[in-house]
C-alpha cells in the first residue's frame, strides 16, 4: 500500500484546512487508517483514526472538537477536516495504515505516507 498526503500549507491562525491521503493498491477498507504529526526533534504523536468501515473514530485531546476523521472507501481517501488551527498545530502531517484495527501507537502502523507540511501563522 502506498499512501500519498496532500493538502496541507499555511494558514492563519483560526484557519480551516482539509488534508487528504490517497492509498493505490487493492483492499483499502480492510485497513485501519490514522493521522499522526511530528514536529522537528520530537516523536510522532497520535491526531486522530478511523476504522475500516468508517463507523469508529478516536482522537487525541489536543484536537477534540476540531478535527473530524473521515474516509471514502470507494475513492480510497481518507480524510483531516482541520479547524480552529493554532500555532501549536504545526507540524509534519502522516497519514498511516495497519491492517484490522486502528490504534494510536504509531509503532503498531505499517504503512506510512511522506507528509505534508501544516503552518499555522499570521
Given amino acids: 500500500v502506498q499512501l500519498v498526503e ?24 480492510t485497513y485501519a487508517m490514522a493521522w499522526f504529526r511530528q514536529v522537528t526533534g520530537k516523536g510522532r504523536e497520535f491526531v486522530a483514526s478511523v476504522s475500516r468501515d468508517g463507523t469508529n473514530t478516536a482522537y487525541a485531546d489536543s484536537v477534540k472538537s476540531r478535527f473530524t476523521i473521515s474516509r471514502d472507501n470507494a475513492e480510497n481517501t481518507v480524510y483531516l477536516q482541520m479547524n480552529s488551527l493554532a500555532p501549536e498545530d504545526t507540524a509534519v502531517y502522516y497519514c498511516a495504515a495497519r491492517l484490522l484495527y486502528f490504534t494510536k501507537n504509531p509503532n503498531d502502523y505499517t504503512y506510512w505516507g511522506r507528509g505534508t507540511q501544516v503552518t499555522v501563522s499570521s
Avoid: D, H, I, W
Avoid at 11 to 26: D, F, K, M, N, W
Fill in 6 to 29: 496532500s493538502g496541507g500549507g499555511l494558514v492563519e491562525p483560526g484557519g480551516s484546512l482539509r488534508l487528504s491521503c490517497t492509498a493505490s493498491g487493492r483492499s483499502f477498507s
